[in-house]
Antibody
Framework: QVQLQESGPGLVKSSETLSLTCTVSGGSVSSGSYHWTWIRQPPGKGLEWIGYIFYSASTKYNPSLKSRVTISADTSKNQFSLNLGSVTAADTAIYYC????????????????WGQGTLVTVSS | DIQMTQSPSTLSASVGDRVTITCRASQNINNWLAWYQQKSGKAPKLLIYKASSLGSGVPSRFSGSGSGTEFTLTISSLLPDDFATYYCQQYNSYSYTFGQGTNLEIK
């Protein structure tokens, strides 16, 4: 059973960089069996996929955020992180880390495990 | 990006009712479709993956069907715990997208 826990500042100033970390237990960020993922949800709104990292170094990002996003992994701490640059009020959201697991046959189990989420507010 | 459209946006129902939520994709996503349940203040919970496979520990009153561009989530007999918001999500294309959500409320 994979468990995930987000951590990081709850308040970020406009134009600065939002940085969050997800600590993983019950799975390895080095594993190719998972996509380690960030998803966000503005208050009262729907879900937006931000991107993922796998094999601790390969990444895919949402094209709408790609120019501002970096996802990285620290295998020594079994953590992966999100950096989102040049934030504005539109980036205020609950940020979730999640895992997309894969069966031996190669198909995805979708987002089976989620962290509890952390609210990040962008202030002017 | 593939657009996902859920209907209805809000659904009013009673305990014991059978309800169906529909999700339409803007292009063929084969069966790479998941459904999630989200309660207020909580993270989403996976219900269905690969359009019709039940997630771990999910009660059998939940079922999913469809392929291509049209999908449904059915709850066979509503329990009080089922009143929540439901999201579909496609993972056919790597730029994953979610539906806008369906709020299932008590009538």
């Amino acid at each position: 059973q994979v468990q995930l826990q987000e951590s990081g500042p709850g308040l970020v100033k406009s134009s600065e960089t939002l940085s969050l970390t997800c600590t993983v237990s019950g799975g390895s960020v080095s594993s190719g069996s998972y996509h380690w993922t960030w998803i966000r949800q503005p208050p009262g709104k729907g879900l937006e996929w931000i991107g993922y990292i796998f094999y601790s170094a390969s990444t895919k990002y949402n094209p709408s955020l790609k120019s501002r996003v970096t996802i990285s992994a620290d295998t020594s701490k079994n953590q992966f992180s999100l950096n989102l640059g040049s934030v504005t009020a539109a980036d205020t959201a609950i940020y979730y880390c999640a895992t997309e697991g894969f069966a031996a046959q190669g198909y995805s189990y979708a987002f089976s495990y989620w962290g509890q989420g952390t609210l990040v507010t962008v202030s002017s | 990006d593939i657009q996902m459209t859920q209907s209805p946006s809000t659904l009013s129902a009673s305990v014991g009712d059978r309800v169906t939520i529909t999700c339409r994709a803007s292009q063929n996503i084969n069966n790479w479709l998941a459904w999630y349940q989200q309660k207020s203040g909580k993270a989403p919970k996976l219900l269905i993956y690969k359009a019709s496979s039940l997630g771990s520990g999910v009660p059998s009153r939940f079922s999913g069907s469809g392929s291509g561009t049209e999908f449904t989530l059915t709850i066979s007999s509503l329990l009080p715990d089922d009143f929540a918001t439901y999201y579909c999500q496609q993972y056919n294309s790597y730029s994953y997208t979610f539906g806008q959500g369906t709020n299932l409320e008590i009538k």
